[in-house]
Nanobody, 125 residues
């Protein structure tokens, strides 16, 4: 079992920035491809960003490309999502995700082996 705990969410004005963190209880987080997903009220959970096991490969949803940046520190068993130029449409609960099988990235909910509990991000206009 892998426990993932997100932090860093909150309320921010449009144009502002937030940095989300996802800490793992497992000391071998490096064996998992990691990702961030989000879910707005009344909508399905959607892919935001993913990073490969060694951090060399990243991939983003078109809606956040150029504004968000995913990274990981395997020594600290932590994954980050830096969110800049936030928009009201970025408002959602953000979830950290871990996938054991894929090598390069996790971009679909059905691929995910473990989820965090989520952290709320609210962007006011």
């Amino acid at each position: 079992q892998v426990q993932l705990v997100e932090s860093g969410g909150g309320l921010v004005q449009a144009g502002g920035s937030l940095r989300l963190s996802c800490a793992s209880s497992r000391r071998t987080l490096s064996i998992y491809t990691m990702g961030w997903f989000r879910q707005a009220p009344g909508k399905e959970r959607e892919f935001v960003a993913t990073v490969s096991r060694n951090g060399a490969i990243t991939y983003y949803a078109d809606s956040v490309k150029g504004r968000f940046s995913i990274s990981r520190d395997n020594a600290k068993n932590t994954v980050y999502l830096q969110m800049n130029s936030l928009k009201p449409e970025d408002t959602a609960v953000y979830y950290c995700a871990a996938d054991r099988a894929s090598a390069a990235g996790v971009s679909a909910p059905h691929q995910v082996d473990y989820w965090g509990q989520g952290t709320q991000v609210t962007v006011s206009s």
